[in-house]
């Protein structure tokens, strides 16, 4: 349920919607870890200015995880 939620709420921040993905992992920690990616001409939206997007995005995550530790992270995909 979680990642549909992200996902639902970063193809309403992109252009590229197609290419969205979130994937769910096992933390380092024990908790669950949801792994966005996003067309590369997108990343920029979905971190926002002084990453104000990503921040909000990983509070509202939380708060529908009830409690659970969930980890966001947003993938570069550009990057090697």
Not at 58 to 69: D, S, Y
């Amino acid at each position: 349920m979680l990642e549909e939620a992200l996902e639902h709420l970063v193809k309403g921040i992109v252009d590229h919607d197609g290419d969205v993905t979130v994937r769910r992992a096992n933390g380092r920690r024990g908790g669950d870890l949801l792994e966005v990616r996003v067309h590369p001409d997108d990343l920029g939206r979905v971190i926002g200015r002084s990453g104000r997007t990503a921040s909000a995005l990983r509070e509202v995550m939380r708060a529908l995880a009830g409690g659970k530790n969930i980890r966001v992270d947003i993938v570069d995909t550009d990057r090697r």
